[in-house]
């Protein structure tokens, strides 16, 4: 990945200013450019009104031979709508609360300046990427890029009840307030849904995702088979029954997924128990979910309004992702 003569590639960083220290980031990426022989690189900042699609645009019309994206989850996502396709090297800096796409490619949350060296000695991997069509319930269809995951209902409820102070102050542990908050009063409602085959299904949930990758932070697995690099989406479809239904998700999700499934013994475990009627897990590439009335949607942590019908699906090695050398891949 290096460049010389009169040709020189340069690299470009869409930065969200208000998640990130911009001017370490500047200086630094100017360094690594000089003592790799490419052009000066040029910045992109993110604003209320362009979250990041515009200027990751201008940036690849402008040439870039390698795009940086240094933000929250938010940024994260904006940035990939517009790398999605285009094979152009993409380096994804964390910055933000949660880092979940960071945290699903391994890379190092606490060491930014070797994520900015891999684009001039690493490699890159493709990976897939999400979109979510939303039909609007003034009928209106829009369509978003997501990398980790799309969900709708209680999942969506509970971003939109996080303190954005206590996220600043506590990072993304503050969720688990906005999950508090959003418990109380959730109702499971109807939604009628197909996968890959055609076949409808109707059924009654809390919250329906949609996921290319599965992995939270505290290394919690939402949904353990979620991989970046199949071409295939992972669906769950999440309903407590009784008054103790969410402490057995909980154990689902935290001691199930992310502890017993590590283990062949755990395993074991899991299979003599059989299954839990509180999440169902389903895999395809496009899944189409039409609901009976409005319902709060969210990609990557960003609140998406309200939509009556979803319909997800992977493009496969959609993003060109920077990995500093010898990065391990196998777990993607």
């Not at 369509?143 to 996220?167: S, Y």
Request: with cysteine; proline share 5%.
């Amino acid at each position: 990945m290096s460049a010389s003569g009169s040709d020189r590639a340069h690299a470009a960083l869409v930065l969200n200013p208000v998640k990130v220290d911009a001017d370490r980031l500047r200086s630094a990426l100017r360094a690594l450019s000089r003592a790799h022989g490419w052009a000066p690189p040029r910045f992109y900042e993110t604003t209320i009104e362009d979250p990041g699609q515009g200027v990751t645009r201008a940036a690849i019309e402008a040439g870039a031979a390698a795009v940086l994206a240094a933000g929250g989850d938010g940024t994260i996502r904006a940035v990939a709508e517009s790398m999605a396709g285009t094979g152009i090297p993409f380096a994804v800096l964390p910055g933000g609360t949660g880092n979940l796409f960071a945290r699903n490619l391994g890379l190092p949350l606490l060491d930014i300046d070797k994520v900015m060296q891999a684009v001039f000695t690493g490699f890159t991997y493709p990976v897939d990427m999400g979109w979510a069509r939303l039909n609007r319930p003034d009928g209106t269809i829009t369509e978003h890029g997501f990398v980790v995951l799309a969900g709708m209902g209680l999942d969506a409820d509970m971003i939109a009840n996080t303190r954005p102070d206590l996220k600043r102050s506590v990072g993304w542990v503050a969720y688990l307030d906005g999950a508090a908050r959003s418990l109380p009063g959730a109702k499971p409602f109807r939604v009628v849904y197909q996968v890959d085959d055609g076949r409808l299904h109707s059924t009654k949930v809390h919250s329906m995702l949609f996921a290319n990758c599965g992995a939270l932070p505290a290394g919690i697995a939402l949904l353990p088979d979620a991989s970046l690099d199949d071409g295939a989406m992972d669906i769950a479809l999440i309903q407590a029954t009784g008054p103790l239904g969410w402490l057995g998700i909980w154990r689902k999700v935290w001691w199930d997924n992310s502890v017993l499934r590590r283990t062949r013994a755990g395993r074991r475990v899991l299979e003599r128990r059989g299954r839990d009627a509180s999440i169902r897990y389903l895999r395809g590439a496009v899944a189409d979910a039409a609901m009976i009335g409005p319902t709060s949607i969210e990609l990557d942590g960003d609140e998406l309004g309200l939509a009556v019908r979803m319909v997800c699906r992977v493009q496969r090695g959609g993003l060109t992702i920077v990995l500093p050398e010898g990065h391990d891949t196998s777990d993607f």
